[in-house]
Structures are given as C-alpha cells and as structure tokens.
C-alpha cells in the first residue's frame, strides 16, 4: 500500500497511524490535510475528526527513473513518426543522462550541423523543466554524432593554437553556438602562452584565439 487516507482526534495522531500502516517514519510520508478536527473541547461534543490523505516519498532514484522514462517514451514517439524502427537507448557519460537514437544510420536525426538534434535536445529539456524541476539536463545524441563532433572542436582548437603561436597573432574559428564555444576555450583554458575571448552578437560567436602579451 502506497497511500491511505486516516481519521482520527487530531491530525498528530492520524500521521502516527499513517506511519504505522505504511511501515515508515513521518520523514517518509507526503501529508495532505484534509479536515482539521476542532479543538479538543469542541470536538468531544461534535465528533469532527481529522482526516489526512498520507503517501510514500519516492526517493530520488525512483523520481530520475520516472523523468528518464517518461521522457524517452515521448521522443520515441516523435522519432517513430520519422522512421518506424528507430528507438531511444538511454546511456549515462559520468553524472550525464543521454538519450541515444538509434536510427537507419543515415543521419537523419542529426541535421545540417546537428541542428536537427538541437531541437530535440531543446524541446526534451524544455518538458523536463516544466515536467521535472530538479532532474539534470538531458542529452540527446544519434550515432555518436557529439562525440565526434567534440573531437573535431578539439582538434580545431589545437591546431588554431599553434598556428596562433606560429602567426604571433589572433586566428579566428568560424561561427559558432555556446556549446561549442565552450568546448574550444576550455580546450585551450590551461595554454599559459593563449587567450581565448568570444567576439559577436547573438548565438553565433566567433572565438578569437591569441597569443599573451608579454
């Protein structure tokens, strides 16, 4: 029994009877009053008791089970509509939860640039905010596409810096989003010889990778 719902003389007492039924500790339980009894004078000559509505908290574990699977059924849903026998394998990288589509292998779900698992990405972590508050965000990936796509960012980066080196002056990489903005500043964060600083408007920024003055 997961919830039950309890009268008795006062609500102190309905809970300690919910702990008891449910085999728990009040710690444990969610406590929806449902009517305050009177106070004790009143109540003897009125026999209005206290009624609460009592469940289990889910733990934690249960809860990212729960925003996990229900957020993977519904991209499948949408992926299904695209090709039939695609699904979602849900993987884990360090404390990250990814959502991987498995698809003909056409790259159908990656768009142009990845653009088409940006508005997936978006739109999953759009539900788990209104949906699921406290859960992590979500990555969503297809044929390892991110993984490959962080390690050109990384070898651009590198060989942007030697040739910063080399110039003795700024080099620039093309246009781009936040995400791989990031990836090309943190690859070079620990270059004691460079500094790197975004430059533009709006989501698309170039970085600007340059050796230090001395």
């Known amino acids: 029994m997961q919830s039950t719902e309890i009268e008795a003389k006062t609500v102190e007492e309905a809970i300690s009877i919910a702990c008891s039924k449910l085999n728990t500790t009040e710690d444990k339980l969610n406590v929806e009053i449902l009517e305050h009894a009177h106070g004790k004078f009143r109540s003897f000559f009125s026999g209005k008791k206290a009624k609460i509505k009592a469940s289990l908290k889910q733990s934690s574990s249960q809860t990212s089970e729960d925003a996990v699977g229900k957020l993977k059924e519904f991209l499948e849903t949408i992926i299904k509509e695209i090709y039939h026998e695609a699904y979602i394998k849900v993987e884990t990288e360090g404390e990250e939860t990814v959502l991987n589509i498995i698809g ?36 969503v990936d297809s044929e390892s596409y991110r993984s490959r796509h962080i390690d050109s960012l990384v ?41 790197t600083w975004s430059k533009g408007e709006g989501n698309l920024k170039k970085v600007i990778i340059s050796p230090k003055q001395s």
């Open 104 to 139: 003909d292998g056409s790259g159908i779900f990656i768009g142009k640039r990845g653009q088409t698992l940006e508005a997936f990405q978006y739109l999953i972590n759009k539900i788990r905010v209104n949906k699921f508050r406290d859960f992590p965000h979500i990555t």
């Open 155 to 195: 070898s651009l980066a590198k060989r942007l810096s030697e040739k910063a080196k080399k110039r003795g002056g700024p080099v620039t990489t093309n246009l781009l989003n936040s995400g791989d903005r990031r990836i090309v500043h943190m690859t070079l964060k620990n270059d004691a010889e460079l500094t």
